[in-house]
């Protein structure tokens, strides 16, 4: 068995890039879209699913619709709930306290946000709904989340991966049955430096 091509790719530059983006809905550039449309003409897959943030869901829907195929906005491919944070710039906050952050996500979370284990549970759970080739815009912590997820990273290793806007990181998986996690390989990670 061959598995199925999941590709997931980061949306491209919102209206404000350099801030702490999470669950604030900002649009994206027009160029980021423009961006995203073209890298996923060359790529292989049945279907297209994408966060429900504006920044995902605005390249997906031009992308499924060229390619006359479904598309799926989805809560659980969301990035990372920032709480009071969300739409800050890092250098407004006490960096002692972002620092904890990056150290421990699900010990030290954002004010009134959402905990790495958290991300890393939603982010599962969509990933058991990918039966078939798929192509999934999203987010940079939640493709990390699914590389921590797939293959056991911790919090730590999956910030060694580069994910800049339009990064794309394509997964060959072999579903399992019984709800458990399909088996994975990383077959490449552009990181689109463009």
């Known amino acids: 068995m061959n598995g199925i091509l999941l590709h997931l790719m980061r949306h491209g530059a919102p209206t404000e890039p350099g ?5 604030r809905d900002d649009a994206p550039l027009p160029a980021g879209t423009a961006r995203c449309v073209a890298r996923a003409e060359k790529l292989e897959f049945a279907q ?3 966060s429900d ?5 605005i390249p997906a829907r ?13 809560r659980r491919w969301r990035e990372l709930d920032f709480g009071a944070w969300d739409g800050l710039a890092p250098d407004a906050l006490d960096p002692e306290v972002q620092a904890r952050f990056w150290n421990d996500p699900d010990a030290c979370a954002p004010p009134g946000g959402e905990r790495w284990s958290q991300l890393r549970a939603r982010v599962s759970d969509a990933l058991l709904g990918i039966q078939r080739s798929s192509l999934v815009i999203t987010h940079g912590g939640t ?12 919090h ?6 580069e994910l800049g806007y339009g990064a794309l990181l394509s997964l060959r998986l072999w579903p399992e049955t019984g709800g458990r ?3 994975a390989q990383i077959v490449a990670l552009d990181k689109d430096h463009g």
């Open 19 to 23: 801030l702490l983006l999470g669950h």
């Open 48 to 50: 297209v699913f994408s």
């Open 53 to 57: 943030l504006s920044r995902a869901r």
């Open 62 to 74: 031009q992308i499924a619709a060229l390619r006359k195929q479904t598309h799926r906005a989805d």
């Open 143 to 154: 493709m990390r989340a699914a590389l921590s997820v797939l293959f056991g990273f911790d």
């Open 156 to 161: 730590r290793q999956v910030w060694a991966f």
């Open 181 to 183: 996690l399909p088996s």
